[in-house]
């Protein structure tokens, strides 16, 4: 499997998310019906360096080869944080109330990331 739309879609899609934390961390707090204190701001800016970290370390390994043994870090690395993501969001989705178009949304994502990073950790690069 070819890896480098894999790695660029998910450090996009990790890089937008991580972006949109940054600098809309009031905005989201509030969307979310979430009070938008010190703590919680400071939370969501954390979560933000965290996704934009994953952005930048899948960006930079986009024309890498992964898989197997090869870049084994950033492989399993993904495949956590999108299977652990997965697993959490699919446990929540039947439980929502409100925003349930954003957890729909990051679940089917997340799922997709999980399962494409589950086949790239389990097969050589060819």
């Known amino acids: 499997m ?29 969307y979310l019906s979430v009070e938008p204190t010190i703590i919680t701001i400071l939370f969501l800016k954390i979560l933000s360096a965290l996704y934009l970290g994953f952005g930048i370390l899948n960006w930079m390994a986009k024309g890498t080869l992964i898989g197997g043994i090869y870049n084994r870090p950033i492989a399993i690395g993904n495949l956590m944080h999108f299977g652990v993501g997965a697993i959490a969001l699919v446990k929540v989705i039947s439980n929502i109330q409100t925003h349930s178009e954003i957890i729909i949304f990051l679940t089917v994502f997340y799922v997709i990331f999980a399962l494409l990073f589950t086949y790239v950790f389990k097969t050589n690069p060819t």
């Open 2 to 30: 070819k890896t480098k739309l894999l790695m660029t879609s998910s450090a996009l899609f990790c890089a937008i998310i991580g972006i949109l934390l940054s600098f809309l961390p009031n905005e989201i707090a509030e």
